[in-house]
């Protein structure tokens, strides 16, 4: 006899899916991803291109497209090196 309240399958308790972390979905968002079950490691992060073209509203908008940090220092070039690429392409003042 199984005394689990709530639905199951083989005898074990299904899980509901976790909510909703964000708006963006698994595609673009690392923890929407997670909580998806299809996160997956990048062998090899791209790097930014050697000069190449940066896509600044992409950059502003973490985890980075090239090479996927969402960590402290984002925007110092010490910490992440796709930052040096992004500031080298700000606008004149």
Do not use: W
């Not at 930014?48 to 969402?70: M, Q, S, T, V, W």
């Not at 402290?72 to 992004?86: E, V």
């Amino acid at each position: 006899m199984n005394d689990l309240t709530g639905p199951t399958f083989m005898g074990e308790p299904v899980l509901p899916k976790p909510a909703k972390h964000c708006d963006r979905g698994p595609d673009d968002c690392v923890q929407c991803s997670v909580l998806a079950g299809t996160f997956a490691v990048k062998s090899a992060a791209p790097s930014a291109p050697e000069g190449g073209h940066i896509d600044r509203a992409r950059f502003e908008k973490a985890p980075c497209y090239l090479c996927g940090y969402n960590g402290p220092g984002y925007y110092q070039p010490g910490t992440h090196s796709c930052a040096a690429k992004y500031h080298a392409t700000q606008p004149e003042e």
